[in-house]
């Protein structure tokens, strides 16, 4: 796919500030300072977009980036942000039940796991928080530049087995830093936008 026109449309903190439910969208989630804007930059190829930073928690909104006017990109807050305080905690928590109960046209989540560690406690809840709602996930680990190519499969092997994901599903290691991975993940979100219109067309 070639990415030629991305637009930030919008910038939430709550549903009145979503823009019309009226495309298809794919949310990326994930710890914060896991590599989230990184990530983002990469696959929309613009270099600073998303904001990218070295203090955590710098995301705190919920960010629509429409793509070639066709489908868009919602990039979620992180959580697991260490300073957080609780009320942060609570306000990231309905946040994100809004917007997980609302959304129609959500195809699927991304969500982001940092290689080098086994998912996190906050990692595990999101991930339930997906099934809870009955999403569509897909799993992606961020840094992979951090270890050897000969880590790569065991750290995924180990993320797998933690998150008890079925034995067909497959986790993309990505790279920001060494842009590997990105063009894998960017076909993926090709098919499921493809397979949405293909559906929407039988349905008129
Ligand atoms: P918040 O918005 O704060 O929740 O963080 P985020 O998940 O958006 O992470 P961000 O992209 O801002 O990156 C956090 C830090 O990790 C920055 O210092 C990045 O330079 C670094 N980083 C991101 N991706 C990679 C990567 O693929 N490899 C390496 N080595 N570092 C990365
Ligand atoms: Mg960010």
Redesign the pocket.
């Known amino acids: 796919m070639i990415i030629k026109k991305v637009e930030l449309i919008a910038t939430a903190v709550k549903k009145g500030q979503y823009p019309a439910d009226s495309l298809p969208e794919i949310a990326f989630a994930?710890?914060?300072?896991?590599?989230?804007?990184?990530?983002?930059?990469?696959l929309m190829n613009r270099k600073s977009l998303?904001?990218?930073?070295?203090?955590?928690?710098?995301?705190?909104t919920i960010n629509f980036y429409e793509i070639n006017e066709k489908f868009r990109i919602v990039?979620l807050?992180?959580?697991g942000?260490a300073k957080a305080s609780k009320s942060l905690t609570e306000t990231w928590g309905g946040m994100m039940e809004e917007f997980f109960e609302s959304r129609e046209k959500l195809l699927k989540v991304v969500q982001?796991v940092d290689i080098r560690h086994t998912p996190t406690a906050q990692d595990i809840q999101m991930y339930e928080y997906l099934r809870y709602y009955k999403l569509e996930w897909l799993i992606v680990a961020?840094?992979?530049?951090?270890i050897s190519r000969s880590e790569i499969q065991k750290s995924l092997s180990g993320i797998h087995k933690t998150l008890e994901l079925s034995e067909m599903e497959k986790i993309i290691p990505?790279?920001?830093?060494?842009r590997t991975g990105h063009t894998e993940l960017l076909e993926e979100i090709e098919k499921l936008c493809d397979f949405y219109f293909s559906q929407s067309l039988e349905r008129e």
Not at 50 to 60: E, L
Not at 142 to 146: F, G, I, L, S
């Open positions: 994930g710890r914060s300072n896991v590599g989230k804007s990184s990530l983002l930059n990469l998303a904001r990218v930073s070295g203090s955590p928690g710098k995301t705190r990039d807050p992180g959580y942000y982001l961020t840094k992979a530049d951090k990505v790279s920001a830093l060494k």
